[in-house]
């Protein structure tokens, strides 16, 4: 692949918001320290927080609808380590059950004062439903495309924080500028305590 990788704004947009689902509702690591993804009462706030800004204020996310996008997020991050581990027959098994369950089909879809845009949608067009179908499907055209090594995770110690990597010569191997940095203190730490 040659030149800068684009991907239009709608992929875009569910490409990132796959990745603000994994790292927001999946445990691990981030940035050097446990995450503990938040549960119970504290599920519906960070599933609208990972979820593009509609319109004024919070959404009214439902208890039942958090739990769903929790589940397609554990998911989700089951299809990022699989490509990072290179092991793309793991992730499109585990992209394909969750496109069977949410029941993806696609729909033309046009947004008065923008051209048509191809969306995914779920059997029964709830937010969580929705939501889940749209990102599957855009990580299933990852997968399915040369793009498959555009899923990553975090190489930095203590950090499994996902991210797509847009950069020109796909090399990125950091979830943040926080990792990255963290890590190269790390290195330059261990090459000066090593010399002396």
């Excluded at 991907?7 to 947009?13: C, I, Q, R, Y």
């Excluded at 947004?111 to 949608?121: A, D, K, T, Y």
């Excluded at 203590?158 to 926080?178: I, K, L, M, P, Y």
Aim: glycine residues 10%; contains cysteine; positive net charge.
């Amino acid at each position: 692949m040659t030149g800068q990788l684009m991907f239009d704004s709608h992929v875009s947009t569910l490409l990132d918001v796959s990745v603000a689902l994994v790292n927001a509702l999946t445990d691990g690591e981030e940035r050097g320290r446990a995450y503990a993804a938040p549960r119970g009462a504290a599920l519906p706030a960070a599933v609208d927080a990972a979820l593009p800004p509609a319109g004024a204020g919070p959404r009214a996310i439902d208890p039942a609808s958090a739990e769903y996008l929790a589940g397609a997020a554990r998911q989700m991050r089951q299809v990022f380590e699989a490509v990072a581990a290179g092991r793309v027959d793991a992730a499109a098994g585990v992209l394909n059950t969750l496109l069977r369950s949410t029941g993806a089909r696609p729909q033309l879809d046009q947004v008065p004062g923008e051209p048509w845009q191809l969306h995914f949608h779920g059997t029964d067009d709830s937010l969580a439903v929705g939501w889940s179908a749209g990102c599957a499907t855009m990580l299933a055209l990852a997968i399915g495309s040369e793009l498959a090594g555009r899923l990553g995770v975090c190489a930095a110690t203590r950090c499994d924080r996902v991210f797509v990597d847009g950069s020109r010569n796909a090399v990125r191997q950091f979830c943040s500028t926080a990792c990255q940095s963290r890590t190269k203190a790390a290195a330059f730490r261990a090459r000066r305590g090593g010399g002396a």
